[in-house]
């Protein structure tokens, strides 16, 4: 198996964490460190306290180009905010070019909306035209609800609905580990709204995939912030193709995404708290005259970021995309 040298960019965030986590314990993993301006300096468990006693390391403040230069399968993954990567990125080449090979050998996979459209990186949308991530040396790791909806939207668009109405909430973290309004506990805890009410900057990498295979979708997408702190919940709402009822809405999801690890298909509900702390998303399905409905839930932390990035690595790699994620979250969350 091919032993890779991650770098963590933005390592202290909570996606920063996960993939410490993740990572970890990875058999592809030889060595494991991060950087972060404010905790440089800081052992990771200063941040992550989960992570005390198992992973040791210290927060970086620069990358550090020689070790990544005399690696053979070095890595970067990037969760700094968005734009961050992409005002970097020159700065990041200039470094990399001192080092021959460097930049030809470098995986990155960044996990902001700063590539999602940019063709020249490949769309990391893991559980749909997996094989695009094989040897993939640049890949832009989906938004949280953007997969999401994507999972939901995929199998729907042979029959292109006329109309798809979505609303779908997310928990706290969804918002970075930097404080602010909208994670402050007591204005959360106790709360449930929508936000970016039809404007959402996820539509955008959404309508391009559906675009991909033809279908200018009808989006309505109304985002909500719910009072948990990981966790998507969507709802996708369409006019029933002629023809088809619940069962046979159940088949085709079940075949569009067999052999899919991490997709697993529920009766009744998803629930969000099954499938935190794991690389896994859920779908069901319903149908009810003329109506159809998709629901999924994710860990935006998980699914939603950090094991998709995993999974991408593995998939880059040729390992099985199960790697180093075969790992049920706890029960309850
Ligand atoms: N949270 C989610 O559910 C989620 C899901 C999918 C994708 N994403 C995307 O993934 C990326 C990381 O998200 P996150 O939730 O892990 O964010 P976060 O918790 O806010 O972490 C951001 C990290 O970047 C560092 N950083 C470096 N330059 C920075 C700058 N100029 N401003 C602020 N921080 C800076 C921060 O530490 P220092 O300040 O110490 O450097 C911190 O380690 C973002 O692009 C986000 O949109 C997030």
Request: charged content about 15%; some cysteine; overall charge neutral.
């Amino acid at each position: 198996m091919t032993q890779v040298d991650v770098l963590i960019l933005g390592a202290s965030g909570y996606g920063g964490g996960e993939l410490l986590r993740w990572l970890s314990t990875h058999p592809a993993v030889k060595t494991l460190r991060g950087t972060a301006r404010s905790h440089a300096g800081k052992p990771f468990h200063a941040q992550h306290p989960n992570l005390r006693g198992l992973v040791d390391g210290t927060f970086e403040a620069t990358p550090d180009w020689e070790a990544l230069a005399s690696s053979p399968a070095p890595v970067i993954f990037s969760a700094l905010p968005h734009g961050e990567l992409g005002k970097l990125w020159p700065e990041l080449e200039a470094a990399a070019k001192t080092h021959p090979g460097l930049l030809e050998r470098l995986i990155v996979i960044d996990l902001s909306t700063d590539f999602r459209l940019d063709t020249a990186w490949v769309y990391g949308l893991v559980d749909w035209k997996p094989e695009r991530m094989a040897g993939a040396k640049r890949i832009a790791n989906p938004g949280c609800f953007a997969t999401a909806l994507q999972l939901a939207l995929l199998p729907l668009a042979q029959w292109q609905p006329a109309f798809v109405a979505v609303t779908a909430a997310t928990g706290s973290s969804g918002s970075g580990a930097a404080l602010s309004e909208t994670t402050h506990h007591p204005s959360r805890a106790h709360d449930f709204k929508a936000y970016k009410i039809l404007g959402h900057q996820h539509e955008a990498e959404v309508l391009r995939t559906l675009a991909s295979l033809g279908w200018e979708a009808p989006l309505s997408f109304v985002p909500q912030s719910a009072p948990m702190v990981r966790g998507i919940f969507a709802t996708v709402q369409f006019p029933l193709p002629a023809g088809l009822d619940t069962a046979a809405l159940k088949a085709h999801f079940e075949a569009f995404y067999q052999g899919r690890f991490f997709v697993r298909l529920v009766d009744g509900s998803p629930r969000v708290a099954a499938t935190v702390g794991s690389a896994f998303a859920e779908l069901a399905v319903a149908a009810k005259g003329g109506h159809g409905a998709i629901l999924v839930a994710l860990d935006n932390l998980g699914k939603g970021m950090a094991t998709q990035a995993v999974q991408n690595l593995n998939l880059s790699l040729g390992l099985p995309e199960w790697t180093g994620l075969r790992s049920a979250g706890g029960w309850p969350a």
